[in-house]
T-cell receptor, first 112, second 114 residues
Framework: NAGVTQTPKFQVLKTGQSMTLQCAQDMNHEYMSWYRQDPGMGLRLIHYSVGAGITDQGEVPNGYNVSRSTTEDFPLRLLSAAPSQTSVYFC???????????FGPGTRLTVL | AQSVTQLGSHVSVSEGALVLLRCNYSSSVPPYLFWYVQYPNQGLQLLLKYTTGATLVKGINGFEAEFKKSETSFHLTKPSAHMSDAAEYFCAVISYSSASKIIFGSGTRLSIRP
C-alpha cells in the first residue's frame, strides 16, 4: 500500500492565484482530513470528510474548499491565495473519526 | 471541550539519557491518546496509542507512555536517548464520542546532545 499520498511536495504561488492540493489514500478509509502546520501552533484542522459526498469545516476553513467525490481522493482548493496561507499542509486518513490518522508527507506552500 | 497541553516547546537531553516529554489533556469523557513523531521535512508517524486496557503503552523505537487518569497525563518516555530520536513530538487526544475529532498539542522539539 502507498498509504496517503500528496502532490505537489512544494509550491510557490502569487497572491490571488488559485490551486488544488491533491490527496489520495489506498486504505479504504472513510475519514479524511486536511491540516495546516505552522510553527508553535501544532496542527490545525481545515476541513474533514466522513465519507464520499460528505464534508465539513474544521477549525480554520476560511479560504479553502474541499470535495469528496470518491473514497480515495480528497483535494483541497485554495480559491485566492494569501500570504497568510503560507504553511505546510498535511492530509490524513483514518478508518473512522476516532481512529488514529495516517498522514501524508505534506505539501510546503509559499504564497508571495 | 477537549484540549492538549505539551509542557516545553523544546527539550534537550544527552545521548544515553532519559527522555521525558510531558503531555496533559482535558476531556469530559474517556479519551483515546496518541503520540506522533515528525522527522524534518516529513509527515507525522504514529509512535503509540492508548485506547483502553493496560495504562502503560509501548510503542516503536523504544518509546512508551503511561496513561494516568488521576493526573490527566500521558507522558512519553524512553530510557536511553539516541541521536536518531531528534525530532518533533506531538501528543493528541480524541474523546470517546461520535462528534469528537482529534486535537493535537503544539509539539515538543527534542534535541540530542552528543
Amino acid at each position: 500500500n502507498a498509504g496517503v499520498t500528496q502532490t505537489p511536495k512544494f509550491q510557490v504561488l502569487k497572491t490571488g492565484q488559485s490551486m488544488t492540493l491533491q490527496c489520495a489514500q489506498d486504505m479504504n478509509h472513510e475519514y479524511m482530513s486536511w491540516y495546516r502546520q505552522d510553527p508553535g501552533m501544532g496542527l490545525r484542522l481545515i476541513h474533514y470528510s466522513v465519507g464520499a459526498g460528505i464534508t465539513d469545516q474544521g477549525e480554520v476553513p476560511n479560504g479553502y474548499n474541499v470535495s469528496r467525490s470518491t473514497t480515495e481522493d480528497f483535494p483541497l482548493r485554495l480559491l485566492s491565495a494569501a500570504p497568510s496561507q503560507t504553511s505546510v499542509y498535511f492530509c490524513a486518513s483514518s478508518y473512522s473519526i476516532q481512529g488514529e490518522p495516517y498522514f501524508g508527507p505534506g505539501t510546503r506552500l509559499t504564497v508571495l | 471541550a477537549q484540549s492538549v497541553t505539551q509542557l516545553g516547546s523544546h527539550v534537550s537531553v544527552s545521548e544515553g539519557a532519559l527522555v521525558l516529554l510531558r503531555c496533559n489533556y482535558s476531556s469530559s469523557v474517556p479519551p483515546y491518546l496518541f503520540w506522533y513523531v515528525q522527522y524534518p521535512n516529513q509527515g507525522l508517524q504514529l509512535l503509540l496509542k492508548y485506547t483502553t486496557g493496560a495504562t502503560l503503552v509501548k510503542g516503536i523505537n523504544g518509546f512508551e507512555a503511561e496513561f494516568k487518569k488521576s493526573e490527566t497525563s500521558f507522558h512519553l518516555t524512553k530510557p536511553s536517548a539516541h541521536m536518531s530520536d531528534a525530532a518533533e513530538y506531538f501528543c493528541a487526544v480524541i474523546s470517546y464520542s461520535s462528534a469528537s475529532k482529534i486535537i493535537f498539542g503544539s509539539g515538543t522539539r527534542l534535541s540530542i546532545r552528543p
